[in-house]
């Protein structure tokens, strides 16, 4: 991609083939680099979760993982047809949950 510096990796279990997780590091050629600054530090918001989980019913995955401890970083919220919440894991990283659509 680019120039060819572009590097990502994506993890695949044999037994889920549709799971795939994407592991990349935005920064050059696909950004400049103070873009790619302003791109971690949104990341690190929670305003863009580079990973998401789908889920048949968010707000009750919501309140199952809340009581359990897990910081949210945004309710449960309507938005173009469907549910999604956000949520950091122990490491800080930012993940979305997003409901099914009917």
């Known amino acids: 991609m680019g120039n060819g510096n572009y590097r990502w990796l994506t993890v695949q279990h044999p037994d889920q083939p549709s ?4 592991l990349f590091i935005p920064g050059p050629p696909v950004l400049d680099a103070a873009t790619a600054q ?3 530090e949104i990341v690190a918001k929670g305003a863009m979760p580079p990973l998401v989980l ?10 199952r993982m809340l009581a359990q401890g897990v ?5 449960p919220v309507d938005r173009y047809g469907t549910v999604d ?3 950091r894991d122990p490491s800080g ?3 979305k949950l997003i409901q099914r659509r009917d």
């Open 85 to 87: 919440a956000g949520f």
């Open 19 to 22: 799971f795939q997780l994407g």
């Open 93 to 95: 990283n930012g993940w």
């Open 54 to 63: 789908t889920v048949d019913d968010c707000r009750a995955a919501y309140g």
């Open 38 to 40: 302003t791109v971690r």
């Open 71 to 75: 910081e949210f970083t945004q309710e």
